[in-house]
């Protein structure tokens, strides 16, 4: 692999890695205030990608925008993506969980009920839109528009890239700088003296739930940017970028973050250096080596440890 390359694939693993942080995100959210494994967060992402199908194709469907309204495609599937997570988020939260949080269920009911509603909804999107992948309407040209020691990013990574790091900048100034972020953070770290203090928890989870989906579901449109839509297209993204949350730190936001990018750098490095059927092994491999040496994950802290 000459230079040239290694920084091709260095930067197309930071582009996979910041896809898998901001759906690890969502992981680590709920885990934050919930202590509860969310697997059916890897749905919310694929519904999003149907959102952002959905809604760019019902306003112009078969058409190639330029300039402005390529901005524009691109905003309204992005927003599209996240109300289609949001909601699909927030309906999981008030249907599956919080009935189950009221009756004081045992932990192992929740994660049993988390793996049967992620069942639910792969079979629900499969039922709705087909089995098979729907390709994403072009809402810009691809080309090349910058290189970066020698690296050539085109609109796609750009926008990939460039969307998920205001995502995280974003999510980690309302933790940590607004009323809300206490809140999530006042829960996270004892949820009876928060209620104490007059905080609503069921208003906090809820939110929790809903900021997850908006990122999971924007980033599911961005990921269907460059691959096709499909009812199972959450899966591997969904797993990898659960370890991804775990190798960071499970219920750590920037150890979210960097696992993620961590985990996509691993993928792709891996591809020309010993071929692409390794490269999920070679991203759970170092999960494994890291959980060896540091069992709660590089930063281990939990989100209410974290201002």
């Not at 609503?200 to 997850?212: A, H, L, Q, Y």
Request: aromatic residues 10%; proline residues 3%.
């Amino acid at each position: 692999m000459s230079l040239s390359e290694f920084w091709d694939y260095l930067v197309l693993g930071a582009v996979l890695g910041s896809i898998y942080a901001v759906i690890a995100i969502g992981y680590t959210l709920v885990y934050g205030v919930l202590q509860l494994i969310n697997f059916a967060h890897s749905e919310v992402f694929m519904f999003g990608a149907y959102g952002g199908l959905i809604s760019l194709t019902l306003v112009a469907p078969g058409s190639n925008p330029s300039g402005v309204a390529s901005v524009g495609y691109v905003a309204l599937g992005l927003t599209a993506g996240a109300a289609f997570g949001a909601l699909t988020a927030y309906g999981l939260e008030k249907v599956a969980y919080r009935p189950l949080r009221r009756r004081g269920a045992p932990r192992l009911i929740f994660l049993i009920t988390a793996i049967g509603a992620s069942f639910f909804l792969y079979n629900l999107a499969g039922k709705l839109f087909g089995r098979d992948p729907l390709p994403m309407p072009e809402a810009y040209k691809n080309e090349q528009v910058l290189t970066v020691f020698g690296a050539t990013l085109n609109v796609t990574q750009l926008l990939l890239l460039g969307s998920a790091v205001v995502m995280m900048i974003a999510l980690d100034l309302v933790v940590n700088r607004t009323k809300l972020g206490a809140s999530i953070r006042a829960v996270s770290q004892d949820a009876e003296v928060a209620a104490l203090m007059g905080v609503d928890i069921d208003k906090v989870i809820s939110r929790t739930f809903v900021i997850g989906g908006v990122l999971g579901g924007a980033a599911g449109y961005l990921y269907g940017t460059f691959l096709q839509v499909k009812f199972d297209m959450g899966f591997i993204p969904g797993i990898t970028a659960f370890a991804a949350a775990v190798v960071g730190g499970i219920g750590n936001i920037r150890g979210a973050m960097l696992g993620g990018l961590m985990l996509g750098i691993v993928e792709t490095l891996t591809v020309p250096l010993l071929g692409g059927e390794w490269r999920h092994v070679a991203a759970f491999t170092v999960l494994i080596i890291v959980l060896m040496f540091r069992p709660t994950g590089i930063l281990g802290e939990r989100v209410g440890r974290t201002a």
